[in-house]
Structure formats: structure tokens, C-alpha cells
């Protein structure tokens, strides 16, 4: 099997259906105009018949004898182009006469059951179209009357039509299928721009994109397709590095910090309150790198997290209570008001690790931004077969503007005029990723200086 192009395989499968749709317009032809000519010498003949009938006389004294107009009276003495041939035979099969352009041979006689049907057949070597009609007199028969016309001009016709047709129908193949080439080629040179943009497209260069087509058709539907495919990539990507980036500088401070308070350590002999302080510090640092690092090993793990999901009951009142148990210190430390009520026991379907985490995050973000003193509010409520859960503070809150980006990782709002507030930016992106694999509805309202509010709805 040859290898074609895909041009070449276009134009290839389009003459193939052509060649049979041709092939049967060619049939046809071939078949009408044979018909049409047939049709024509048969009504010539029957035309022919129906004036030798009428000029036919029978003897009233001898019912065998068959008496017809002198031959002079007819055109059968000159040569037509499709002469017509006459001959009468009595009831004995006897010849009584002929036309003149039979000359020496004879028309030949079928068996009865011939008669009055058409027949193809040759005299002198020649095609010819014969009928013969029995003569009857008195429901007596008498005689034949034979009629042919030569097929000569007619098989002239069809053969050359044939040969036309045989001839013509592989050139215009050939012609169709060089302009059905052009043609293909014209039509998929989107795919070759494709191909050439694709080609130029690495993990370097992902800002090429393809020129879209002017007509809105598939191939515009393609390329637009894969415009969008590559965005989503090239941005993938920068989040990537963005991440990469972010990630090391956060894991580098802590690691910094370590390294200057050890170097600091043992310059000069320290007292053993000195020596406490400085470690109590560097244990602190510790537990703030490893909080990190679990916290990027969990965003790692959200990729194959669907295969992993452990749906069970889950109530929401424990785990509120559980994780405000969690931050007991901290709330007592800026003596932060929490307030909760929980009139019934509210469960959903979900994983239970997971749905901790989101709920810890955002208490944990909200007792963390709020100001001494702050209050905390917790609420469970059902509408209709949705199980909502807000909890809100009235701490340093977040401009509008960055509302979307408080979801990028390691993005923090504005560090700068707080920076007694320690974070890694990752809660809010790891509440985001998991409310996604959960499918819950997750919403964040927000005004600086008067607090946030989180919507979760299960």
C-alpha cells in the first residue's frame, strides 16, 4: 500500500468517489442513448410495416397469392442511409417478392414463435433489425411480410460514444484529481501553518501562537483549540516556576535563619539562658520549615488526590471544635472572642482529613489576621440540600483587588504593613485545590480594616 500525503489522500479518496458517481453518469448515458436509438429503428420498422400492410392485396381467387403496388412507387430503389429491407413470402414460405436493394440474398424466416417480435441479426455479414408479421386472410394465414433496417449507423453511434466515454473518463480523472490536489492543498494549509508553529513551539519559546483562519470552520475551531491549549500551558508553566521560585526562597529564609543563630551560637561562650533562648528560637524556625514543607508535599499530592479520597460521614460541629481546640493558645493569647451556634448536628458526605484541613486553614488565617481582642464567628446552617459554613473575623481584612490573588500560592497580601503576622501564603491556595477535588462551592468576601467572611457550601 503506497504511503499518500494527506493532500494526496484527499484528492485520492475524493476521485475515487467521483470515478464511481462518473462511471455511473457515463452508464447511464451509454445506456439511454442506446435506447433512445433502438427505440427509434424499432418505430421505423413498425412504421414501415404498417404501410406495406395497407398496400397489400389478396387475390379473392386464390387466398395464396399475395399482390403488392409496383417497388417504383417507394424509395426502396435508392440508397438511404439506413435502407430498409422488404420481403413477402406466401403460406409455403415461397418467395413472392422482395425489394430491389435485397439483390441476390434473402431475408431470413424465424420459427412462429419470432413472429411479430424483434430480432437482431446479420445479413451479408452486416448487422441488421428484422421483424416478421404473418398475413392472415379471413383468420387464415397466408403469408409473411419481412421488414429490416440496418444497424450499421447505429452501432456506428454507440461504438464511437463508448470509445468517447472509455477515453474521457480517465482523463477527467486525472484532471479532477490534480485540481482536487490544488484544492486540498489550499484547504488544509492551516494544518501545515500548524504543523510549523507547533514546530517552533519548546519548553523555551511558548509565546507563538497560530494564525487564526479567516472563515470560522473547523480548522478555525482547531486552531483556536490549541491557541487555548498552549495558554493554558504557557501559564501552567509560570505557575510553575512562579512556584518553584517562591518555594525556595520561602524554604531558604527559614534555613537562613537557623544557620546565623547557630554561627551566632558558638563565637563566644553564652550563658545557659542565652543558649535557651537561641535554641527555643531555632525550634520555633524548625517547626515553621517543617509546617511548610508539609504544606508543599500536600499541594504536590493533589494530582493523583481523586484516587485517594476516602468518602465517609463527616461532622462538620466536631471538627470546628476539634480545630478550635487545636488554637486554644493562640485565641487566649489576643483574648479573641469566638462565637458559635450550632443549634443540630450537621454532617455531610466527604473526606474527613481533608474537610479538617480546609476548616483548620481558615480558622487558622482568621484567629492569625485578626486584632487583639477580635471576635470569631462560626455558623452551620442547611438550605435546601446545601450544608453552608461561614466563619468570619473583623481583623485587618483584604483589598478588593487582590481577592483572587490571596489564591495564588506563597501570595500574601500586603506583608509589609504587617509584618508581625508570620505565613507562608499557602492556606488559602491549599483550601482552594481541595474544595475543588471536593466540589465545594467556596466563596471569599472581604473589605480592609473591617474583616473576611468564607463561605463553604457542601
Known amino acids: 500500500m503506497f504511503l499518500f500525503s494527506y493532500k494526496n489522500r484527499i484528492a485520492f479518496n475524493y476521485i475515487l468517489s467521483t470515478a464511481l458517481l462518473i462511471s455511473a453518469v457515463f452508464c447511464a448515458i451509454y445506456k439511454i442513448t442506446s ?13 414501415e410495416s404498417r404501410e406495406y400492410q395497407e398496400e397489400i ?11 403488392v403496388n409496383e417497388w417504383s412507387k417507394r424509395d426502396n430503389n435508392s440508397v438511404n442511409v439506413n435502407p430498409v429491407f422488404v420481403q413477402f413470402l406466401d403460406n409455403n414460405n415461397k418467395l413472392i417478392d422482395k425489394s430491389p436493394n435485397l439483390k441476390g440474398f434473402q431475408l431470413q424466416l424465424f420459427k412462429e414463435n419470432k413472429d411479430n417480435q424483434f430480432v437482431d441479426t446479420f445479413f451479408n455479414k452486416k448487422p441488421i433489425r428484422q421483424i416478421q408479421i404473418p398475413l392472415f386472410d379471413k383468420d387464415n394465414k397466408v403469408g409473411y411480410l419481412l421488414i429490416a433496417m440496418s444497424l450499421d449507423e447505429a452501432t456506428l453511434i454507440l461504438t ?28 488544509i494549509k492551516p494544518v501545515t501553518l500548524i504543523t ?21 470552520d473547523e480548522l478555525f475551531v482547531l486552531s483556536k483549540t490549541i491557541n487555548d491549549l498552549l495558554d493554558r500551558i504557557e501559564n501552567a508553566v509560570e505557575r510553575e516556576k512562579q512556584f518553584t521560585s517562591d518555594a525556595s526562597h520561602e524554604l531558604r529564609t527559614p534555613l537562613t535563619v537557623l544557620k546565623g543563630t547557630l554561627e551566632v551560637l558558638i563565637r563566644k561562650p553564652r550563658n545557659q539562658a542565652e543558649y535557651e533562648e537561641k535554641i527555643n528560637f531555632s525550634i520555633s ?9 508539609d504544606q508543599l508535599l500536600l499541594l504536590a499530592r493533589f494530582e493523583n488526590q481523586k484516587q485517594s479520597l476516602r468518602i465517609e460521614k463527616v461532622y462538620l460541629n466536631a471538627i470546628i471544635l476539634d480545630v478550635l481546640t487545636l488554637y486554644s493558645n493562640k485565641i487566649n493569647d489576643k483574648k479573641i472572642e469566638i462565637s458559635y451556634d450550632f443549634s443540630k448536628d450537621y454532617f455531610i458526605k466527604s473526606d474527613n482529613y481533608l474537610v479538617s484541613i480546609i476548616i483548620s486553614n481558615v480558622i487558622s488565617n482568621a484567629i492569625k489576621y485578626s486584632n487583639q481582642n477580635g471576635k470569631i464567628s462560626i455558623n452551620l446552617s442547611k438550605k435546601d440540600s446545601k450544608t453552608i459554613c461561614s466563619i468570619s473575623d473583623n481583623g485587618i481584612g483584604i483589598a478588593k483587588e487582590n481577592l483572587d490573588k490571596v489564591l495564588n500560592p506563597f501570595y500574601r497580601s500586603n506583608p509589609t504593613l504587617h509584618p508581625e503576622i508570620k505565613g507562608s501564603g499557602l492556606g488559602l491556595s491549599i483550601v482552594e485545590r ?8 467556596f466563596k471569599i468576601e472581604s473589605e480592609v480594616n473591617k474583616g473576611t467572611q468564607i463561605f463553604f457550601k457542601f
Open 285 to 293: 524556625e524548625v517547626n515553621r520549615l517543617n509546617n511548610l514543607v
Open 57 to 67: 392485396e389478396i387475390d379473392s381467387n386464390n387466398t395464396y397469392l399475395i399482390q
Open 196 to 216: 510549523e508553529t507547533s514546530s517552533r513551539i519548546t519548553k523555551d519559546n511558548l509565546k507563538d501562537r497560530i494564525i487564526l483562519p479567516q472563515n470560522k
Open 160 to 187: 464511437n460514444l463508448r470509445n468517447t466515454l472509455l477515453v474521457a473518463f480517465p482523463l477527467i480523472l486525472i484532471l479532477l484529481f490534480f485540481i482536487a490536489r490544488l484544492i486540498a492543498g489550499r484547504s
Open 434 to 441: 481541595i474544595t475543588q477535588l471536593l466540589n465545594i462551592e
Open 35 to 47: 435506447y433512445s436509438i433502438n427505440n427509434h429503428i424499432n418505430e421505423d420498422i413498425l412504421e
